[in-house]
């Protein structure tokens, strides 16, 4: 069974730092690339971070541009994004993606996590 588990989310306060981890299990995905989306009630899910399958290129949506960083271990099947200077509109559940069918930034992507819950405190 395929699965992507994201760990780290937390409550933080605004200026602070959390870094989730992606750990995917029942396949590789060292030759996909992988992404981070996030959502929060009421409103779609958008793209935050992506990054190739071999780590050289990413991508980011200008709202975290300078302030997130997306990773990857291919050895460990694992993707991280840091998340520094948070902000209280960074508040939501962020998700993990692998394996994407369209654009990196469409959501059109094969595998998703369960999601994990980052709360900026103001």
């Known amino acids: 069974q395929v699965q992507l588990v994201e760990t780290g989310g937390g409550l933080v306060q605004a200026g602070g730092s959390l870094r989730l981890s992606c750990a995917a299990s029942?396949?590789?995905?060292?030759?996909?690339?992988m992404g981070w989306f996030r959502q929060t009630p009421g409103k779609e899910r958008e793209f935050v971070a992506a990054?190739?399958?071999?780590?050289?290129?990413?991508w980011y949506a200008d709202s975290v541009k300078g302030r997130f960083t997306i990773s990857r271990d291919r050895t460990k099947n694992t993707v991280y994004l840091q998340m520094n200077s948070l902000k209280p509109e960074d508040t939501a559940v962020y998700y993990c993606?692998?394996?994407?069918?369209?654009?990196?930034?469409?959501?059109?992507?094969?595998?998703w996590g369960q999601g994990t819950q980052v709360t900026v405190s103001s």
């Open positions: 993606a692998a394996d994407p069918s369209g654009a990196y930034d469409s959501g059109e992507y094969g595998y």
């Open positions: 990054i190739s399958y071999s780590g050289r290129t990413t």
């Open positions: 029942g396949r590789t995905f060292s030759n996909v690339a």
